[in-house]
């Protein structure tokens, strides 16, 4: 915690008095202090977006972050630029008080990072080094900020690790890391860590470690198996059949479930209330609301938490009865992100009404939306959803995107991009889990830690995703795309009669198509 002084109030005071112009040339000199440092010989960068060319603070741009990580094979030299950041105390507002990672409280510098009011919140999360040194210093009337921050592991002799980063911004703080979208508990680092460390050392394995909105690890078995009968009964149901089924099946599976496995059954039954897309009559609802009752009745003894699954669940179904206006206010939302990506849907025989859902995005975020085809009961899916691009400058190109199908084996469903010659790649169809994205991200988080490096959150949210099974999405890509008019077609399709191959799966999914430009033609 910050030592309070009346020594630290009466230097508080002065450093509050200072006028501005003092404050910037301390910034000043901690930043010409980094920069020495990360250029001497014992310093090795080993990842980071750092400017070692910007010399003078004012070259700042606005509202940035700057990072890095490094190694340094002198003690001595770390210990000096850690003293230094120590000497500030007297110029600008210090947090030099956390001390981790074997603290049970998990903390994180937080910067709004934009325009003043209309930032976006960016953290540093303090996870993977020993102790941590942040400077705040004042820089204008309006509450523009800058920080520097210094993680570091300790200090013996050998080889030190540690991180680097400035941000420039208003409403800096250190915080408690909460759940929360951009945030990471300490819990699932640790879940992210065991899912990472399975795939790596054993891909086949099934998973012994499954994370449930930050808290439950519980048996992947058992998980697995509840999540996997709800798809089973969507395989042979639909629309309220479906919904019905599934209630039952998860009343049954209550009644000599334990607490634990009560955090499973009303996880999966939040995801199947969640993506029930139609509206209930209050008939339909009057039916399974017998089950709602049994299982939250059920949980009445369990966890807090446990039991909010259940509540929401209900909340939601009851939401969705005489809703009159929700289809119509989802429908206009998929189209407006057609609109927003630039795709058009130029076929969908034999699918269900919608082009696009959000709720199984590889990231594990349910707000997101992405592209998405289903077959009707009995229909035989034929979908193409395209972007055309008319203007691009000649060359050779490269199609990068995210997609996903059911079931196994070749399926039909491919990336394309079509010029004078039509060029497919084949999506992996790896159903609801897995997928080379998920798989990808939890080898890095195994591997970050292994080094002691701080862990991407991100990394952390995609390798969670779907109880730490993943979404089944994977990478695509499309290389040696030949451009020479300027026009060039690319998408999503399972329809035989683009790609000359019958679609023998249920659906599919894209998202996050990216084209660039990587050289000329021959």
Known sequence: MKRISRLSILLLGLFLALPLKAQIFEAEGIQKAIAQFLKDKHVTITEGSYDLSIDEFTDLPKDSVMSVKFTCKDAKLLKKLVNLFEEQEHWAEDYRSYTGPGNEMTRAFKATIGPKGKGQNTYCVFTFFQNARILVFGLGADGLKQAFLLLWNDLPKGEKKGFISQKLGYDMEVVKIEKGEDEITMDSVRTAIKVGETVKNN??????????????????????????????????????????????????LSEKANDVQMASIGFALKREASRYERLLT??????IWKGLYDMETKAKSSDPQIQDYFKASESILKSKVNESVRLGYHDTKRHQFLRDIGFTITRNDGGRWYYAVSGKHYTGNPELEYLDACADEDGVLKYTAEHKETSLKPGIYKLTAAGRTSYSGKTGAFIFAKTDELLLKEIPACDDRGGDIWRDAAIRVKEADDRKEQISPNDVRIALANGGMGYGWSKIVIDNIEVRNGILTYGVSCDSDLTGHPFKGRWLSAVDFVLERVGDLP
């Open 203 to 252: 891909p086949q394995q099934e998973i012994d470690t499954t994370y449930i909105d930050g808290k439950w690890a519980v048996s992947a078995k058992y998980h697995r198996d509840v999540l996997r009968a709800m798809d089973h009964v969507s395989d042979y149901y639909d629309g309220f059949p479906s919904l019905s089924n599934k209630i039952k099946e998860l009343v049954e």
């Open 282 to 287: 209050p008939e339909e609802f009057a039916l």
